[in-house]
């Protein structure tokens, strides 16, 4: 009982690291584009429609930028033994939360 419950909370912790990171990465992500239409808004007040929208466009590119280099390294040995550790811990938290509903049962 001791190694199970050991077990389920090591797998928690990784699930809740992994859904962490989703979240800063999806905060991220909401930030930049609210930046880049603050900056629209700014430069558009200042030199006009066209400059802002092109500012709003160089800034999303850049995000965009940003995004493929942080998918590249997803791909990498390492962030694939991230991923597979985090899906594994995940179905162990699973598994354990479903034995212990039938034991319950029982």
């Known amino acids: 009982a ?7 909370g090591g797998a ?18 909401n930030l930049g584009r609210a930046l880049a ?9 200042r030199y006009g429609e066209a400059a802002g929208s ?11 930028v940003g995004l493929t280099y942080s998918q590249a390294r997803k791909l990498g040995a390492k962030a694939l033994a991230k991923k597979t550790a985090k899906s594994t811990a ?3 938290v699973r598994h354990n939360a479903s034995s212990n509903n039938q034991k319950q049962l029982q």
């Open 90 to 92: 995940a179905e162990v």
């Open 12 to 29: 928690s912790a990784l699930a809740g690291l992994a859904t962490l990171y989703d979240g800063l990465e999806e905060g991220a992500k």
């Open 54 to 64: 092109v500012t709003e466009d160089a800034l999303h590119s850049v995000g965009h």
């Open 2 to 8: 001791v190694v199970s419950t050991q077990s389920t």
């Open 37 to 45: 239409e603050g900056a629209n808004v700014t430069v558009s007040a």
